[in-house]
């Protein structure tokens, strides 16, 4: 199994609501990331977690909040976005941050627009 | 991706070779990787190629890079219709003692009939 599965596929919201955004992989990795991609740009690393503990916050705003609840399960939840959180969230997996050879495997995201 | 350059179009003909483009700044020995997305989809992993190397050969994938001029580059031999997607250029980059995926501002193919 080297699938890095993410749930909801595609997400509308009301910049009132609470959301979230679920990701999961069973290859053993130990590292899992939030990344966010608009529009024809390249993908944007939000949050890392390594062995289950947040290791990089990019200056992430609070209205996200990453979740790892165990080493196969990430999550993003969402409160009070804004229009121009609008994009695709992509997770991915690696085996681990330390390691110079760090493949990682992408889920195919989740498409997010927020009204 | 200020860190990984890459060209943003290539549109070549169906049965051509495709050759994408990457320069990278990271001087230290690293990894680097190139990843396909098709659209509306996640990225996939094509191939990877570690710096000390100058090729890598996988099928109709060729890797060549020049470390001198910290220069990565894709050839997709035959390259068929299929083959449409924006190709990202990807290196690691240590960040507070961990090394994280870190991408170009990617490749947009187009192959044509």
């Known amino acids: 199994d080297t699938e890095v599965t993410q749930t909801p596929k595609h997400l509308v919201m009301g910049m009132t609501n609470k959301k979230s955004l679920k990701c999961e992989q069973h290859?053993?990795?130990?590292?899992m990331y939030w990344y966010k991609q608009k529009a024809k740009k390249p993908p944007e690393l939000m949050f890392v977690?390594?062995?289950?503990?947040?290791?990089i916050n990019e200056s992430v705003p609070s209205r996200f909040s990453p979740e790892c609840p165990n080493s196969s399960l990430l999550n993003l939840h969402l409160h009070a976005l804004q229009p121009e959180d609008s994009a695709l969230y992509l997770c991915?997996?690696?085996?681990?941050?330390?390691?110079?050879?760090?493949?990682?495997?992408f889920g195919q995201g989740t498409r997010l627009t927020v009204v | 991706g200020e860190d990984v350059e890459q060209s943003l179009f290539l549109s070549v003909r169906e049965g051509d070779s495709s050759v994408i483009n990457c320069t990278y700044t990271?001087?230290?020995?690293?990894?680097l990787y190139w990843y396909k997305q098709e659209p509306g989809a996640g990225l996939q992993l094509l191939t990877y190629?570690?710096?000390?190397?100058d090729m890598k050969q996988d099928q109709r994938l060729t890797v060549l890079l020049n470390k001198k001029d910290k220069h990565l580059s894709l050839r997709i031999a035959d390259t068929q219709t299929g083959d449409s997607a924006i190709y990202f250029c990807?290196?690691?980059?240590?960040?507070?003692?961990?090394?994280?995926?870190?991408f170009g501002r990617g490749t947009s193919l187009i192959v044509h009939p």
């Open positions: 190629i570690f710096s000390n190397m």
């Open positions: 977690y390594s062995y289950e503990k947040l290791s």
């Open positions: 290859m053993g990795h130990r590292a």
């Open positions: 990807a290196e690691t980059i240590p960040s507070g003692g961990s090394y994280i995926p870190t």
């Open positions: 990271d001087s230290s020995s690293t990894y």
């Open positions: 991915a997996s690696s085996q681990e941050t330390g390691r110079l050879n760090t493949e990682a495997f």
